[in-house]
């Protein structure tokens, strides 16, 4: 399909993109995600995002994210993994003429209860630009995938980012400090500490005492608690997934997804970067594709 718009919609953002032509014409982004509507319908939200793009013709729109949740404007089923990834086309939700949502993906084991929305579009993407068979996608709540080709067998999160965030804006670990600074130094000790520790929980009081001791600066605490989560994390999901030296495509931003890389290379792996908007679109463009046959 040449023509359309994808839309990725978040807890707390979305971005939107009107695609003409194959090319991306106009790119749109707000911060009235699915927590944010602050009252005003969905609908409305997407009407104003759309605005103009849909004036003169019937465009299709194909939605990911959080916008399909139980919290969102419709919600979408979740697809139990595994699930070839080739399938979200065919169990896209109408939500109203010529505007779909992209289904989640669910594992229930006993041993593992997740749902992931919206990363689900960007692992197609992704398996399309040659990701590998282990891919980690970065951000508040981060997801470990594991992938068997075109099919997502397994997947795990992790709640660093939304840790490192509550650490230090609502407990004592970040009480009372200045503004923060970059300190790579700071981090790459962080990592140094967690991947090292079998638990970190004894680890995260010692982040508020070293610089009450004068032991750290107190403007480098923000990057020691990234690293120390950041580490921890990449430890536990290596022994967790028995990937010692396996290949690993870290799907994000930039700068977030360079911390991983760092991390993942001070346990031995390997690991490349792919960009999250561009495995999201290629994801999205070849969902779009599915409608037009």
């Given at each position: 399909?040449?023509?359309?718009?994808?839309?990725?919609?978040?807890?707390?953002?979305?971005?939107?993109?009107?695609?003409?032509?194959?090319?991306?014409v106009?790119?749109?982004?707000?911060?009235?995600?699915?927590?944010?509507?602050?009252?005003?319908?969905?609908?409305?939200?997407?009407?104003?995002?759309?605005?103009?793009?849909?004036?003169?013709?019937?465009?299709?729109?194909?939605?990911a994210?959080?916008?399909?949740?139980?919290?969102?404007?419709?919600?979408?089923?979740?697809?139990?993994?595994?699930?070839?990834?080739?399938?979200?086309?065919?169990?896209?939700?109408?939500?109203?003429?010529?505007?779909?949502?992209?289904?989640?993906?669910?594992v229930?084991?006993?041993?593992?209860?997740?749902?992931?929305?919206?990363?689900?579009?960007?692992?197609r993407?992704?398996v399309?630009?040659?990701?590998?068979?282990?891919?980690?996608?970065?951000?508040?709540?981060?997801?470990?995938?594991?992938?068997?080709?075109?099919?997502?067998?397994?997947?795990?999160?992790?709640?660093?980012?939304e840790?490192?965030?509550?650490?230090?804006?609502?407990?004592?670990?970040?009480?009372?400090?200045?503004?923060?600074?970059?300190?790579?130094?700071?981090?790459?000790?962080?990592?140094?500490?967690?991947?090292?520790?079998?638990?970190?929980?004894?680890?995260?009081?010692?982040?508020?005492?070293?610089?009450?001791?004068?032991?750290?600066?107190?403007?480098?605490?923000?990057?020691?608690?990234?690293?120390?989560?950041?580490?921890?994390e990449?430890?536990?999901?290596?022994?967790?997934?028995?990937?010692?030296?396996?290949?690993?495509?870290?799907?994000?931003?930039?700068?977030?997804?360079?911390?991983?890389?760092?991390?993942?290379?001070?346990?031995?792996?390997?690991?490349?970067?792919l960009?999250?908007?561009?495995?999201?679109?290629?994801?999205?463009?070849?969902?779009?594709?599915?409608?037009?046959?």
């Amino acid at each position: 399909m040449s023509h359309y718009i994808a839309i990725d919609w978040g807890s707390t953002n979305l971005r939107a993109w009107h695609i003409r032509d194959g090319k991306c014409v106009d790119e749109r982004r707000s911060e009235r995600g699915v927590t944010r509507w602050s009252g005003t319908s969905p609908e409305a939200v997407f009407n104003d995002i759309t605005a103009h793009w849909l004036a003169d013709e019937a465009v299709p729109v194909v939605m990911a994210g959080m916008i399909g949740s139980n919290a969102g404007w419709v919600e979408a089923a979740y697809l139990p993994c595994p699930v070839a990834l080739d399938q979200l086309g065919s169990r896209l939700m109408p939500v109203k003429e010529n505007v779909w949502i992209v289904p989640g993906l669910s594992v229930n084991r006993p041993d593992n209860h997740n749902v992931m929305r919206g990363e689900e579009t960007q692992l197609r993407g992704a398996v399309a630009l040659g990701a590998t068979s282990l891919c980690v996608m970065p951000g508040t709540h981060a997801k470990w995938v594991q992938l068997d080709g075109q099919t997502v067998a397994d997947f795990r999160t992790v709640m660093t980012g939304e840790l490192h965030h509550l650490l230090l804006k609502q407990s004592l670990v970040g009480a009372g400090l200045p503004e923060q600074q970059a300190d790579a130094q700071a981090f790459r000790d962080g990592v140094e500490i967690g991947s090292q520790d079998v638990s970190i929980l004894s680890r995260l009081f010692e982040v508020r005492a070293s610089h009450v001791l004068g032991a750290r600066a107190k403007s480098s605490i923000s990057d020691f608690l990234s690293g120390l989560l950041i580490g921890h994390e990449v430890a536990l999901m290596q022994r967790t997934l028995e990937a010692r030296r396996e290949a690993v495509t870290v799907i994000g931003g930039s700068q977030l997804a360079e911390r991983y890389i760092n991390a993942l290379h001070h346990v031995g792996m390997q690991a490349t970067f792919l960009e999250g908007d561009s495995a999201f679109q290629h994801g999205i463009r070849s969902i779009a594709d599915e409608l037009a046959n």
